[in-house]
């Protein structure tokens, strides 16, 4: 959806490097999510937030750090890049009266 | 807690074939269904949903009914196309919405001509 970018698009890292992923939305909608997407693990939620400076941990949120300073923004950073963090990266914003979520294109993420 | 049950795939279809996709839940209160479909190298997008029982969502030439007696939102098309080839979640939301959705874990559907 044009309403949501993510930035950058293909990122190759080493491991031990930090390493952020910028999720911008272009409208205001409260809630914000960041998922990681593997084969044969389906989408694995790693952290959410409900609003600025609010945010809780998804299933997976060990090794990375979010925050919310702005509503329209929602980076995601990986401390200290892992290989097991090799993957692809949605961020989503949630919108509508009935709780749908809308994903950005994604971030395929490679750590060597 | 809740959560979602999708049929394993991959599944192969000829063009023109009829399409099942089966999607169970299990839910307390009443959820909002959903389908999304993700094509290759995309996000995922919203196919349909459907809000309370017997709703019946559609669209693209799919369609899923909210069945609250047997807790499934089947996913279903008359004659698929190679373009409908990519993967399928199905997804609820609590009826609070104050947690996210909850995502089965994708079935990946390949049309053949």
């Known amino acids: 959806d044009a309403g949501i970018t993510q930035s950058p698009r293909y990122k190759i890292t080493e491991t031990g490097r930090q390493v952020t992923l910028m999720c911008h939305q272009t409208w205001s909608h409260s809630y914000m999510f960041w998922y990681r997407q593997d084969l044969g693990h389906g989408l694995r939620l790693i952290y959410y937030?409900?609003?600025?400076?609010?945010?809780d941990k998804g299933e997976v949120s060990d090794g990375y750090v979010v925050s919310r300073s702005k509503t329209e923004n929602f980076p995601l950073t990986l401390e200290s890049a892992t290989r097991s963090q090799t993957s692809v990266y949605f961020c989503?914003?949630?919108?509508?009266?009935?709780?749908?979520?809308?994903f950005g294109p994604g971030t395929r993420l490679t750590v060597t | 807690g809740n959560s979602v049950t999708q049929m394993e795939g991959p599944v192969t279809l000829s063009e023109e074939a009829f399409l099942t996709i089966n999607c169970t839940y299990t839910a307390t209160g009443y959820p909002s269904l959903f389908w999304y479909v993700q094509y290759p190298g995309e996000g995922l997008q919203l196919l349909l949903k459907?809000?309370?029982?017997?709703d019946k969502g559609s669209n693209k030439g799919f369609e899923a009914t909210y069945r609250k007696e047997t807790t499934s939102f089947h996913l279903e098309k008359g004659s698929v196309q190679v373009s409908d080839s990519a993967v399928y979640f199905c997804?609820?939301?609590?009826?609070?919405?104050?947690?996210?959705?909850?995502f089965g874990k994708g079935t990946r559907l390949s049309v053949i001509a």
């Open positions: 459907a809000t309370k029982a017997d």
């Open positions: 989503a914003i949630r919108g509508g009266s009935t709780y749908e979520q809308y």
């Open positions: 937030s409900a609003a600025a400076d609010i945010t």
């Open positions: 997804a609820l939301s609590e009826s609070s919405g104050n947690t996210p959705l909850v």
